[in-house]
């Protein structure tokens, strides 16, 4: 990373400590901008004339070291690239890499729709999100301008997802250009042969375009050449190649790549990388067809987790896509902030004043399996989330983030007495040791329920019959 302390950045900005930015000071300000939680242009003073020099050099050092690209236009745009760091541990991966699906000139009109609009409403639940594709890949298999032309229209039609026009022939993108220049779309690809005639076309229509060369030097060529014509909103492709060693050498390229522009500060190469796993499922065709998707799943493990901002897919079938976007979610989840739910008072099916009141801390993982395992059990009940900075219930009671005063807190905050009239707690069996402080603090009759959600049911039977 080019910046390494508040201090690099503090020196930069005013110093007066207005608050204006949300921050007591300024050097609690600078380390939010070099997490990225806060933006440059929250500091009102800087934005200043008299602070042009200072802003612009702020900018430049907080920069990402790979370049961040717009793919679309409005709420369904996405970011590629913006990342700072080889390894999220470092800090972060920002901006997780948009999941694009292909459809074909060739393909008739229901099978475009089809996919197309499989591809636009697809949603999966987990972990408190909705997990979604992202992008529509338009390939010219005819070759033919005006066939491209026709399908990207169709597409245009039935979607509002950002496109990527696929074809090494300027004519056919030049026919897909026409038809949506203004959605802004990503060109797929220059390469040696055709550059000049695709710069032509990128500088005419102000789109991102992909570079492609499994040669890193002259991939390096072709972008320092594209920068050096004004032209610097670049993806990479350093080839994508499903089996045996050229598998071997699309995972060696994609990190000489990363490093290159991270570790080594090379600027030629310093843009997102893309990856196409769907090439495992194109290029064996009458293959088996779960064979197919093992080799396209190989393919996206490998480039999501080393440095793929942008993927390419053919294959629909469930068990290829969901291990893909569980990953993604997984390695573009902050390390440093858990996944965490709202706190707060929760009715479990229809609960009534005899009905128990269980607790439960706000890590995502935690809330979601006992609200599952409470409601697929049918217990009507109250489940009150406590703020735990969303660490899970054994770890927060070692932390000390779960403690009698901030459930006293959630408690009050709540009314959650207001809803029950035996004044009972039930705590989760990890927290046991809080039991009689809780007591304590908040008033209430405090039971242990089990170390396991999984087990209330059983628990209910032996212990809250009796109770009620």
Known sequence: MKVQSPLEVYNYLPGTNCKECGEETCMAFASKLIDRSKSLDLCKEILDDSYKEEYEKLKEMLSPEIKEIIIGIGDKAVHVGGEDVLYRHQLTFYNQPPFAYDVTDVMDEKEITERVNFVSNYKKFYVGSFLRLDMIAIRSVSDDPKKFAECVKKVKDLTELPLILMSFNPDVLEAGLEVVKDKRPLVYAANEDNWQKVAELIDKYKVPVVLFSPDLDKLASLAKTFVEMGMNELILDPGTYPSGKQLMSTFERFIKLRRSAIKDGNKDVAFPIIGIPAIASLVSKGKDELEQAISESILTILETIKYGDLLVFHNIAPYVILPAIHLRFNIYTDPRSPVRVEPGLFEMGTPDENSPLFLTTNFALTYFTVKSDL???????????????????????????????????????????????????????????????????????VLVGPTDSGRIAKWMEDHWQTKA
């Open 375 to 445: 409601e697929s059990n049918n217990i009507n009940s109250y489940l009150l989330v406590v703020d735990s900075d969303g660490i899970c219930v054994e770890a927060s009671v070692a932390g000390g983030q779960l403690n009698p005063g901030k459930i006293k807190e959630a408690i009050e905050a709540t009314k959650a007495k207001e809803k029950i009239k035996h004044n009972t707690l039930v705590l989760p069996g990890l927290a046991a040791r809080l039991s009689g402080s809780t007591e304590d603090e908040t008033g209430m009759k």
